[in-house]
């Protein structure tokens, strides 16, 4: 996991003790997108790059509400825990998504993408019935799309 910063949205792998709560966590994968996204005014909720062995998921959340959008997710565990709920998917996870804070019209999206209005996600599912390099060459690919489509868009306000 990546951590970016809350405020500039610049990217670590690590973060000074007791500085935690100025970061959120994304997978090392999409962090540059979701970075660039951020910078460029495009905010960001929730992210997943996909991943092509079984694992456990962990999302955190201020409000437990947040955790609706997570379609894709059999979600366990849900607890309160220092000040944000956090819950588990113990799953791998064979597609990606963005889930944006506010509604974005995007003239377009990056190949294989699709754009969910109800829940503001771009996602997409991926094809590979791999669960190893087949499936990992797909998520580079895919992120290698959605970090071109970023370099496009234009900063908001």
């Known amino acids: 996991m990546s ?3 809350k405020e500039t949205f610049d990217i670590l792998n690590n973060c000074e003790y007791g500085k935690e ?6 997978d090392e994968n999409i962090a540059l997108i979701i970075s660039m996204l951020n910078k460029k005014g495009y905010k960001t909720a929730f ?3 996909g991943h092509a062995f079984p694992n456990i998921n962990e999302f955190r959340a201020d409000k437990k509400e947040d955790f609706e959008c997570l379609v894709f997710f059999d979600l366990q565990d849900i607890r ?3 000040g944000r709920y956090k819950a588990f998917d113990r799953d791998n996870a064979k ?4 889930m944006f804070a506010e509604d974005y019209l995007f003239s377009a ?3 294989g993408f699709t754009y969910d209005g109800n829940s503001k996600c ?9 669960d190893t390099y087949d499936l990992i060459q797909e ?8 970090y071109e489509w970023a370099k496009e868009l234009e900063f908001l306000n």
Do not use: T
Request: hydrophobic share 30%; glycine share 0%; with cysteine.
């Open 3 to 5: 951590l970016i910063h």
């Open 21 to 26: 709560e100025d970061y959120f966590e994304a």
């Open 47 to 49: 992210c997943c790059s």
């Open 80 to 82: 309160y825990e220092n």
């Open 95 to 98: 597609y990606c998504y963005i």
């Open 109 to 111: 999206l990056p190949e």
């Open 122 to 130: 771009i996602e997409k599912e991926y094809i590979s019935k791999s």
């Open 139 to 146: 998520i580079v690919d895919s992120m290698k799309k959605l």
